[in-house]
């Protein structure tokens, strides 16, 4: 080889190599979080608690399409999606799934075992078999749970302090929600302590609630709802049809009381999500979800539709009213 070729190729070979090697170099991974939940990311339902998610993940550094990426899928209210969405997300696989209420953290969980989970709004992961207890699940989730199935019988007392007269209640609940059953024999309990007869309907979407209403008309004084993501979809036909009807009711999630029900208590559904983002970071930075214990809830919320009251014609204890977290008038 020519002196002059060889110089060439030898200089050639020098330059090309750091850029070779540069080139080579993975780029760091914008970590991915797939959020896989039940309700819909249209309306009030879901605003709320989104604006709590992000915010949590901004204090904990995370932006959202700057330096993270989440995945959204949403059921829209139709439970039976949720496995075929969860497969979805793991396919993908994310470096965290989060999973909204307990149906979507039981479908995340079967779908995989190995990809971390964040669950969050959960009534009790240990009888689902997500965790193997709360201070240490032992298994891939960890999360927020709000655990606190015994407001079902508070939110049934509830009915009886405002309609003391009160002698049968509609209930209505989604028995394809992992812990109905449970609430369900919370509510009976709580029934033969307050020697009222309850008249269970099943509400799975529009139809089922219609159905209820008209099948309850004239035989009871008041409606219990089970709070789970199809019933809070339904809020606003829910309400309308009871004041239509002239029916108190009592749930408990917050936006039933929004949409014209009487009254709702239950714990804090909406901060919860905002406490995600500390798990996320924590797995993001190394831990294991097996290792980090499920938070429970601190904070009951009783609100109440003075409005509503004041339709149907009801008179608020003052000493219900100096209890209530929020009073709608």
Not at 144 to 168: D, H, I, M, Y
Not at 198 to 217: E, K, W
């Amino acid at each position: 080889m020519e002196r002059r070729a060889f110089i060439g190729t030898l200089t050639g070979g020098l330059l090309a190599a750091p850029l070779a090697a540069e080139a080579q170099q993975p780029t760091r991974k914008v970590p991915l979080i797939g959020f896989l939940s039940g309700s819909s990311p249209i309306g009030t339902n879901a605003e709320a608690p989104m604006e709590q998610f992000r915010r949590g993940l901004r204090e904990v550094g995370l932006v959202e399409g700057q330096n993270v990426t989440v995945e959204y899928r949403w059921a829209e209210g139709q439970q039976s999606r949720l496995p075929a969405l969860a497969s979805d997300l793991v396919q993908l696989s994310p470096d965290v799934i989060v999973a909204a209420t307990s149906p979507s953290a039981v479908a995340a969980h079967r779908a995989t075992a190995s990809i971390p989970i964040v669950m969050v709004n959960v009534g009790d992961p240990v009888a689902l078999g997500l965790a193997a207890s709360f201070a240490r699940p032992g298994r891939n989730v960890t999360g927020l749970s709000s655990f606190a199935l015994e407001t079902g019988g508070k939110q049934l007392a509830l009915v009886k302090e405002v309609v003391p007269e009160v002698r049968r209640i509609a209930v209505l609940y989604n028995p394809q929600n992992p812990l109905a059953a449970r609430w369900l024999r919370d509510v009976e309990a709580a029934a033969r302590t307050l020697a009222v007869d309850i008249q269970v309907f099943t509400v799975t979407g529009p139809d089922d609630v219609a159905s209820a209403f008209r099948d309850a008309r004239g035989r009871v004084g008041a409606v219990l709802v089970f709070s789970e993501q199809v019933a809070n979809l339904l809020s606003d036909q829910i309400s309308a049809l009871a004041l239509s009807s002239r029916l108190p009711t009592v749930g408990g999630a917050r936006v039933l009381a929004e949409a014209g029900g009487l009254m709702t208590y239950s714990t804090d559904f909406i901060t919860p999500y905002r406490r995600i983002g500390v798990y996320i970071d924590k797995i993001l930075k190394g831990a294991k979800p097996a290792d980090l214990p499920v938070e429970q809830p601190t904070k009951f919320e009783l609100v109440i539709n003075l409005k509503t009251a004041k339709t149907l014609g009801l008179t608020i204890p003052p000493s219900l009213l100096a209890r209530a977290d929020q009073v709608i008038e």
